[in-house]
């Protein structure tokens, strides 16, 4: 039963230009949204948060935005850069310190 | 802070074997946590540990899975039997409650275990 689904398995996009990606989660309980990035061969890493008392959080090229009726959230990167190629997870904790991972979306940003 | 350290990296074994995957948390860390990412399910959570106590352990799949915290800088995966299923990035996490981002968890570089 996934409570954190992220529908796009892919996404390409020119560097420089914006790259959105999207999440839908089914726990009304969720409090705290986090994003993960990750490389091959590698840990995913910490990106960015958002908590449910707010709808927007932005850190230098990264910003998410929480739309708590719709349970749903974005991360929009700009400008995209090479870099920025990875694989995306969404995650979503409630008061039980567990987090639960969408599938991932897998960011190419093109020269 | 070297970070999370996860060993082996990769292991490869036959269908039946025992396999014991290996952890060691961010040094102060509280909390440790144990995942498998594979095609069909994504990451999902198998375990975690509060000051090596297991709290949820409702994700482990099966009586084959068992995992342990002997102290706050080590833990364990162990499957056995393990089954061609089992084969999976497995990763470890650990984090410090009430510092940072809430939640933030730090993870290993994960071990990929293959089962023939």
């Known amino acids: 039963d996934q409570q954190v689904k992220q529908n796009s398995p892919s996404l390409s996009v020119q560097e420089g230009r914006i790259s959105i990606l999207n999440c839908d989660y089914t726990n009304s309980m969720f409090d705290y949204f986090l994003w993960y990035k990750k490389y091959p061969a590698e840990g995913p890493t910490f990106l960015i948060s958002?908590?449910?008392?707010?709808d927007k959080n932005e850190d230098g090229r990264f910003t998410v935005f929480l739309n708590k009726s719709a349970k749903h959230l974005s991360l929009h990167i700009v400008p995209s850069q090479p870099g920025d190629s990875a694989v995306y997870f969404c995650a979503a904790s409630g008061n039980d310190y567990k987090l639960s991972f969408g599938a991932g979306t897998t960011v190419t940003v093109r020269a | 802070d070297a970070g999370v350290i996860q060993s082996p990296r990769h292991e490869v074994t036959e269908m039946g074997q025992e396999v014991t995957l290996r952890c060691k948390p961010i040094s102060g860390h509280d909390y440790l946590f144990w995942y498998r990412q594979t095609m069909m399910r994504g990451l999902e959570l198998l375990i975690y540990f509060n000051n090596n106590v297991p709290i949820d352990d409702s994700g482990m799949p099966e009586d084959r899975f068992s995992a342990k915290m002997p102290n706050a800088s080590f833990s364990t995966l162990k499957i056995q039997p393990s089954e061609p299923r089992d084969s999976a990035v497995y990763f470890c996490?650990?984090?410090?409650f009430g510092t940072g981002s809430y939640n933030e968890q730090f993870f290993g570089p994960g071990t990929r275990l293959t089962v023939l």
């Open positions: 996490a650990s984090s410090l």
């Open positions: 958002i908590s449910s008392i707010k």
